[in-house]
């Protein structure tokens, strides 16, 4: 059973960085994906197994940064620049990865989810 656990969500302010991590069971393909009230989820940002592939959402292109550390089994979400519209909850999920188009979908394990809040 795979098993993923989010932390370093909080609360910031707009230009602020945060960054997020998502500890897994063993090295799978993770994607993050956020939801705000009200709004659809969205697919944020992807990582291969290997590091061979990334996917960043329009959204967050030239602000986020996926990496991965496969010795902890580890996958962190750098967010800088960070604007009142990336406010949302933040999940890791097991995931696919298209190229194309360029794309990341979910597949079925979850973690919790991690709030992040950026406010003034």
Not at 63 to 78: C, E, G, H, P, W
Not at 105 to 114: E, F, K, L, V
């Amino acid at each position: 059973q795979v098993q993923l656990v989010e932390s370093g969500g909080g609360l910031v302010r707009p230009g602020g960085s945060l960054r997020l991590s998502c500890a897994a069971s063993g090295v799978y393909t993770i994607g993050w994906f956020r939801q705000a009230p009200g709004k659809e989820r969205e697919g944020v940002s992807c990582i291969t197994s290997s590091s061979g592939s990334t996917y960043y959402a329009d959204s967050v292109k030239g602000r986020f940064t996926i990496s991965r550390d496969n010795a902890k089994s580890t996958v962190y979400l750098q967010m800088n620049k960070l604007k009142p519209e990336d406010t949302a909850v933040y999940y890791c999920a097991t995931a696919v990865l298209y190229s194309r188009p360029p794309n990341c979908r979910p597949r079925d394990s979850w973690g919790q989810g991690t709030q992040v809040t950026v406010s003034s």
